[in-house]
């Protein structure tokens, strides 16, 4: 599955552009600058498979070296998602609110087990196959007690790079299977890295100047930190996806190897008025003049993307 633009977008934005060789592969979160600009109806169409809802655990793996002011800032965004306790509107948790607009009702999400692995166990270049390895790891006893109500999910530090990385994805989510062949139960996993030396002017815009298009001063990160407000903006789109698509027969428009999903179908809006190489019109704080959107616990900035809504057939942003 895939978090990505349709082919008439991906031929809008490199004519708009003049940008070769940008190709489209697995499930991801895309580059945000090219900005989503549809030609026809956004339609996500449900292929009536099941959707993660109920309580939903995220199991945390942290590869590479994280300071202890990274690792909160994204558990306070995860545990953002599903708190009533925020003080300020517009909240994260009413952005994450529209994923009960799909069908089977509310997605809660509870942060689980973290590990810390800073001895970077299986290297600093990644493959595909080393995701679904570590995301394993996750969970010692999978394959005697699988438990379908997780996602696992695996965050990169800067110095680790990843196949495809800064490429074709910012992140991405996919399934595994639990090996035992009598009962061959899916497992939702995801991934994001951060971008900030190797592509911050793809993975982490509206926060660092864009690599192509137009040169618009970058927004000052919410956190003061390019490449964990970047992360932020990725985790956002590979974890609505994988609670509304995670099989590749949930919600999406296009074909299901290279679909649109909740997020990605809204590349590049974070608020009114959006349009390629501007993010929108959205909130900016008086005192430290950071962009943002949505207020998390312990008082916490985010700037989130616009996710489709089912019930209006359009993207919805918070300002």
């Not at 939903?56 to 599903?82: C, K, N, V």
Request: aromatic fraction near 8%.
């Amino acid at each position: 599955m895939a978090l990505s633009r349709s082919f008439f977008i991906l031929i809008f934005v490199l004519c708009l552009y003049s940008l070769p060789n940008i190709s489209q592969a697995l499930s991801r979160a895309p580059n945000r600058m090219l900005a989503l600009v549809q030609n026809q109806p956004l339609v996500l169409q449900y292929h009536k498979g099941p959707l993660l809802k109920g309580n939903i655990t995220l199991h945390l793996l942290w590869y590479g070296a994280f300071t202890p002011t990274q690792r909160s800032t994204i558990i306070d965004f995860l545990e953002s998602l599903s708190s009533t306790s925020a003080r300020g509107s517009p909240s994260v948790s009413s952005w994450w609110n529209t994923t009960e607009r799909y069908s089977g009702g509310r997605c809660s999400i509870v942060v689980g087990n973290q590990i810390l692995d800073d001895t970077y166990s299986v290297g600093k270049s990644l493959k595909t196959k080393d995701m679904v390895s570590l995301s394993l790891a996750l969970n010692p006893k999978l394959n005697s007690s699988p438990d379908t109500q997780v996602v696992h999910l695996i965050l990169t530090a800067a110095d680790v790079t990843v196949e495809e990385f800064c490429r074709n994805q910012c992140g991405t989510h996919g399934t595994h299977g639990t090996g035992n062949n009598k009962n061959n139960i899916k497992i939702a996993y995801a991934w994001v890295g951060n971008s900030v030396t190797q592509c911050p002017g793809l993975c982490a815009w509206p926060f660092h100047q864009p690599l192509y298009g137009p040169q618009t001063p970058p927004l000052v990160p919410p956190n003061a930190d390019v490449g964990i407000d970047g992360m932020v903006i990725n985790l956002a789109t590979v974890l609505a996806g994988a609670v509304t698509n995670p099989f590749e027969d949930g919600y999406y428009q296009g074909p299901p190897s290279a679909p649109l999903e909740a997020v990605s179908a809204c590349t590049g809006i974070f608020g009114k008025g959006a349009y390629p190489g501007y993010a929108g019109n959205v909130s900016v704080d008086n005192a430290t003049g950071a962009s943002y959107n949505a207020v998390g616990v312990r008082g916490r900035k985010f700037l989130l993307p616009a996710m489709w809504d089912p019930l209006s057939s359009t993207c919805m942003t918070l300002v």
